[in-house]
């Protein structure tokens, strides 16, 4: 199978596994309700980069909020979610190059995470304050706070996991093959 189609197949995927991870388990609070998709975005931008993890993100987050009645919070989530997998696999890339260490990767996915989960609270934050006014965006930073830790632990657990599994090991190996390849030509420069 072709880069590009595999890309693209494997983009459809997460797009449904966010959906699902947002849409099934979810606890409703009074402005919007805590879920398990960020999980899945961060391994959106994780496996498949910046670019196609974050089109898997926002399109499968944002359906979510289709599906779950949340329509208000559609158009913030198209922006948030994929900003979140872009930045997870960006700052990622950058500390993995940095650190250099096979056995640290979990401390790149964990900073990153924690980037990206920042982006989620900061982001939401702001639009909630359109929404809502500073009072009421600040009702909801604890669930997403709460969200987003819980997000960043089972994230990085996950992508440990699957890294260790030997059938679904190439999904991570791709995005870690195209940091490897520009350290080699850096060096060759």
Known sequence: MKTVTKRIVFSALFAALCCIATSVFIIPMPYGYFNMGDVFVLLAGWCLGPVYGAVAAALGCALADIIGGYVIYMPA???????????????????????????????ARGVSALCAEFLMVFGYFLYETVLYGIAGAAATIVGNVLQGCFGLVCGVILATVLRSIRPVKFLFLESDRNIVQKKQNEAQK
Not at 82 to 102: D, E, P, Q, S, W
């Open 77 to 107: 989530t198209l922006v948030i979610k994929g900003c979140m997998a872009a930045v997870a696999y960006a700052i990622a890339a950058l500390l993995k190059k940095a650190i250099r260490k096979n056995g640290l990767d979990f401390v």
